[in-house]
Structure formats: structure tokens, C-alpha cells
């Protein structure tokens, strides 16, 4: 507003009123009007300091940094030797100061940096399509103890398609569970991509050497990224959060006992909120149709029986599972929108 005002032409009446009614300072508002009839200030060029090395004096500190004694000492080093020779030719920022003219500072040696991870995107329509694995721990009857869970889900059809418990963090029991998982499921070569994050054995050579044999392609999560594997990371919370889950197993055959009938739950029993509220076990194995079918016919009898109880428009179940992602791209996500 102080801006606006301080463009009008400069009549004191009219600045006065128009201040005084605003509530504003005559003071600021001459202030602002001055600046700008200022005409604006140009950049001025820094003059060379008359202390500076000429080009022929820099020319010549450039060559005794380059001498074989000095090409791998650092400016201070340099110039402490040289200062006990009695030679004094410049500081240690004007030896900088001429290497950085000529491009000759950075790190002495390459640095390693992490290499840009690529984000996954991962798209299942059907079962079998994309298998996500996991392990989480389980802790045993001492604060030091821990038992191993090793977890294989369908992403369509949250299925637990393997699982089994070991003392041990390793990829070579992986292995014996990956093949009776393929082996129960009919999975043939070139059809299955196991996404897991970058822990030892998912990254192990043993885990690439199994999956290459297999013909399955093999997808990794992002370092640090959790939600690169959400549905391993939701199936433990699901697991964890049940409320017969104990604290500690007092042994392995108790963590094996309880997680049985845990998976035996999940797939047949468990309604899944991902899934439209139909269990694993139906999504995988095509039953699908067949129980939305079902519960659509229930809810037209239920229509039928009381409309008025149903305001905006007749029930619908909840809705057919009809793809999974890991990390959906953003026109995917704006079309869903």
C-alpha cells in the first residue's frame, strides 16, 4: 500500500489525505517516493586489488606448485616448506586462489557416493505376478535371543504363498522355501518378479543365482525406503499386532505353532480391506466373481426389503481387487484421482 501511494504524483494535500485516512506516515511514504525516482544502481566492476600477484608473479607460483616435489603437497604444506628455505612468494589463500583460476582443486582422491537408486514400480493384475518377501524378527525367551521369521506374499492377492521360521538370518534358507513356494504355485520361467528390500540375504549372490536359475526377475527397494516395500512391511504389523501375540516365544516350536495358525487365519479367514473384504485365499484362487456375485445379490434382497434405508443410490459390495502396485507412477495416480 506504501508503494502504491509513494507512485502518485507528489501533491502534499493529497498525500496528507490520503495518509491520514489509510492511517499510514507521511514519512514512509516520501521515504518509498525517493527511492524510487532514484534511477536504479548498476553493478560496478571490483577494481584489481593493487596487492595482487601480477599474471607474470601468478604464472610463476602456478609452475613451483606444479614442481615434482610439491605436485602432491597441499598449498600449506608448500608453503611451510618454503617458508623454511626462506622463500616467501605468497599466502596459502592466493595459492588456492591460483589453483582455483586454473581448475586444479577438488578432492585428492574420488569420493564414493551412492550410486541413484532407481525407484520400483511394480504392477501385478493377477496372481503370482509379483511375490514380495521379508523377515522380521521374533524375540525368543532371553533379551538376547531371536528367532527369524521368512515371509513370500502374493501382492494381488496378499497371500502368504511361503513361510517359515529359523534361528538363524540367511540366504541359504531361503532357498529350500523360494523352490516348494514356485514349485506349489505352478509358476513357470518369466513369469514371477520377487521384489525385496537390500538386506544381507536378499542381496546375497546365493538369492541372484536362484532367481536367475528360476527365471525370475529380481526387484530391490530403494536404501531406507520403507514404503518400497509396503506390503511385507503391513503383513508384519498385521502379524504383530494380533492380539494373542506374546511378547517372547519361549522357544522356536512356539513361534512355529503360533505363526501356523496365524497363516492359517490370514488366508482363509481374514478379510482384507485391500482386497475388497474377500480373503487371500479367494482372490488367489479365482473365486473372486463368484463372491461378489454373491454379496451383490444380498444386498439387492436387502434393497428390495427397506429402500428408504439406502439414500444416495443402492448398496454395492466393496469393490473387486483389480491391480497391485509398488509405487504407482504419477499419471497413474492422477488418473485413479
Given amino acids: ?68 616435489r610439491f605436485a602432491d603437497q597441499a598449498p600449506a604444506e608448500i608453503f611451510a616448506t618454503l617458508l623454511d628455505e626462506n622463500v616467501y612468494h605468497c599466502s596459502i589463500r592466493t595459492m588456492y586462489r591460483i589453483l582455483g583460476r586454473n581448475s586444479e582443486v577438488r578432492e585428492r582422491r574420488a569420493q564414493l557416493r551412492h550410486p541413484a537408486y532407481q525407484k520400483p514400480e511394480l504392477l501385478a493384475e493377477r496372481p503370482n505376478e509379483v511375490w514380495t518377501w521379508d523377515i522380521t524378527k521374533l524375540m525368543g525367551p532371553t533379551k538376547w535371543t531371536y528367532f527369524y521369521l521368512y515371509v513370500i ?20 534358507l531361503f532357498r529350500p522355501l523360494f523352490d516348494d513356494a514356485v514349485i506349489k504355485h505352478h509358476v513357470l520361467p518369466g513369469q514371477l518378479t520377487l521384489h525385496a528390500d537390500r538386506g544381507g540375504p536378499m542381496k546375497a549372490k546365493a538369492t541372484a543365482l536362484l532367481l536367475a536359475d528360476l527365471g525370475v526377475t529380481k526387484s530391490h527397494s530403494r536404501p531406507h525406503t520403507s514404503n518400497d516395500n509396503p506390503f511385507s512391511e503391513a503383513h508384519f504389523k498385521t502379524l504383530k499386532y ?25 488366508n482363509h479367514d481374514h478379510h482384507h480391506a485391500g ?63
Avoid at 454373491?294 to 444416495?312: G, I, K, M, S, Y
Wanted: aromatic share 8%; proline share 11%.
Fill in 1 to 68: 500500500m506504501t508503494n502504491a501511494i509513494a507512485a502518485l504524483a507528489p501533491a502534499d494535500g493529497i498525500t496528507k489525505a490520503v495518509c491520514a485516512a489509510l492511517g499510514l506516515s507521511r514519512a514512509s511514504v516520501q521515504r518509498r517516493r525517493a527511492i524510487q525516482s532514484k534511477p536504479p544502481r548498476l553493478p560496478r566492476s571490483r577494481p584489481p586489488s593493487p596487492r595482487a600477484l601480477s599474471a607474470i608473479q601468478q604464472q610463476f607460483v602456478l609452475d613451483l606448485l606444479h614442481e615434482p
Fill in 275 to 337: 482386497i475388497g473384504l474377500m480373503t487371500p485365499d479367494q482372490v488367489h484362487y479365482g473365486q473372486a466373481d463368484q463372491v461378489y456375485t454373491a454379496r451383490q445379490t444380498t444386498l439387492d434382497h436387502a434393497f428390495r426389503r427397506n429402500p428408504e434405508r439406502f439414500v444416495n443410490k443402492p448398496p454395492t459390495p466393496p469393490a473387486k481387487p483389480t491391480a497391485a502396485w509398488i509405487n504407482p507412477p504419477i499419471a497413474t495416480l492422477k488418473a485413479q484421482a
Fill in 242 to 266: 494380533q492380539p494373542k501375540f506374546p511378547e517372547r516365544f519361549g522357544c522356536i516350536e512356539d513361534a512355529k505353532t503360533f505363526c501356523r495358525g496365524f497363516f492359517d487365519w490370514y
Fill in 153 to 172: 506374499l502374493d501382492i494381488f492377492s496378499r497371500r502368504v504363498v511361503g513361510w517359515c521360521i529359523a534361528d538363524a538370518e540367511a540366504a541359504s
